[in-house]
């Protein structure tokens, strides 16, 4: 019940700033903080700010909630997410989408930069994520299950939309952007992936590693989300030729993706409207 009520909370906290529901939730990930460029900002808050939301402490995640609109679809933007290896629980890093569930939010995007270990994948490229693997070794549905947010074990079969997949294929052909789709890991980190580990990441079917999204995922999910994940290549994992790997080179890499990764996602949510089952 006391994790329930910081929820309420939170929620509470945030409606007295904007008057609607947001059509989407969007998290953006290590070095994609452009994409915010393109939103009409109704208000933004620093994350210290909200009751009961963590901090975040990971380079180039400014730690913003910015509310507005994009081309007229009211849109929550996170500027920033928190990670399993920052310190926090899997139900605390995933506090920020049960308040967004319980304001009604229907629609989830996550964003991340990623290490490419499908070898056809370059730096730079864009991954429509079609199924993950979880390998963090906490769960955020751990605990007590609260009835009205969702089932005490959903269905995970089918949890990234085919919708909302055909909708980002056809935007990405539109724009004449190549859209790579793939298995997603997430690992616990903080340590960046041994040649040993990106091997057996790829014998088990990943495309593409990183550290976080899919505990934000697994709730979205239980909410009855609408759900999509983009991954941006930031590096490639050759186990055979493995280079030393920085942060900064993850995030630099990421950065050459923002003006890709913002008009995809411009045109995929300003679409909500004529979207058809």
């Not at 059509?23 to 460029?37: A, H, K, N, P, S």
């Not at 299950?145 to 959903?154: D, K, L, M, S, T």
Request: charged letters at 20%; hydrophobic letters at 45%; glycine letters at 8%.
């Amino acid at each position: 019940m006391k994790y329930q009520n910081l929820i309420i909370e939170s929620m509470e906290f945030l409606s007295r700033y904007v008057p609607y529901v947001p059509e989407f939730c969007v998290v953006l990930g290590t070095g994609l903080g452009r994409v915010v460029q393109a939103l009409h900002v109704d208000f933004e808050l620093s994350y210290d700010e909200i009751p009961h939301f963590p901090r975040s402490t990971s380079p180039s995640h400014m730690g913003k909630l910015l509310m507005g609109s994009i081309n007229g679809v009211p849109v929550a933007v996170f500027q920033g997410r928190f990670h399993y290896y920052e310190g926090y629980s899997a139900r605390e890093l995933t506090l920020p989408i049960r308040v967004m569930g319980v304001m009604g939010v229907k629609r989830y995007v996550g964003c991340n930069a990623a290490g490419g270990l499908n070898l056809s994948f370059a730096a730079g490229d864009l991954m429509l994520i079609r199924d993950h693997i979880n390998l963090i070794p906490d769960n955020p549905l751990r605990g007590p299950n609260v009835n009205a947010w969702g089932e005490r074990f959903p269905d995970m079969s089918r949890v990234y939309s085919a919708k909302f997949a055909r909708m980002f294929k056809k935007c990405a052909e539109e724009l004449g952007i190549p859209l790579r789709e793939g298995v997603f890991v997430a690992v616990p980190g903080p340590s960046l992936e041994t040649p040993a580990e990106t091997r057996f990441l790829r014998m088990i079917g990943g495309d593409a590693v990183a550290m976080s999204l899919v505990p934000e995922v697994i709730v979205a999910a239980h909410m009855g989300m609408e759900v999509a994940g983009i991954s941006v290549i930031a590096n490639v994992n050759d186990p055979d030729n493995f280079q030393p790997i920085s942060i900064e080179d993850v995030i630099e890499n990421a950065q050459r993706a923002n003006s890709d990764l913002t008009r995809l996602l411009v045109n995929f949510i300003s679409g909500v409207e004529s979207w058809k089952e």
